[in-house]
């Protein structure tokens, strides 16, 4: 099956539609992950929250105080630091998980691109090849 030269660009631009639209259909899920990670992770922190003010709020009912309040508030502090810091370590594990993915799929999408800049150079010699036998028999 021989191509004209001019099927040459369409084709390339074919290549570079299909790399882009493959591009934006994972970028939409990496999207969507990070934005399910978000709202899961901000609903436990918040449903922490809760819990901790509950907590503070039933220790200074039973030592209604200045002793009492003073302790409860160390105890709320103390544990919201906790929970922002757990977050922290959730966050960077999820980046982390996330950049790997993004990793792998870059190092696949560049041997798929290196693979089609191989057969294309091969056809491209291959149509040189049969061009310059052609110039030499019309020369002959």
């Not at 369409?10 to 934006?24: F, G, M, P, Y």
């Not at 901790?52 to 209604?64: L, P, Q, T």
């Not at 105080?65 to 630091?81: F, H, N, R, S, Y």
């Not at 799929?105 to 090849?129: L, T, V, Y």
Request: glycine share 4%; with cysteine.
């Amino acid at each position: 099956m021989q191509t004209s030269h001019s099927d040459m660009p369409h084709d390339a631009i074919e290549a570079l539609r299909q790399s882009v639209e493959k591009t934006l259909d994972q970028n939409r899920v990496l999207l969507g992950e990070i934005a399910h990670f978000t709202k899961c992770e901000s609903m436990r922190v918040a449903q922490r929250n809760l819990e901790h003010a509950n907590h503070a709020f039933a220790h200074f009912d039973e030592r209604r105080d200045l002793a009492g309040l003073i302790e409860a508030q160390q105890k709320w502090v103390k544990e919201m630091m906790q929970d922002y810091a757990s977050q922290s370590l959730h966050y960077a594990e999820m980046f982390r998980s996330l950049s790997q993915g993004v990793r792998r799929q870059a190092e696949h999408a560049a041997s798929e691109f290196a693979a089609e800049g191989e057969e294309s150079a091969k056809e491209f010699g291959k149509k040189g090849e049969a061009m310059a036998h052609e110039a030499q028999r019309a020369a002959e």
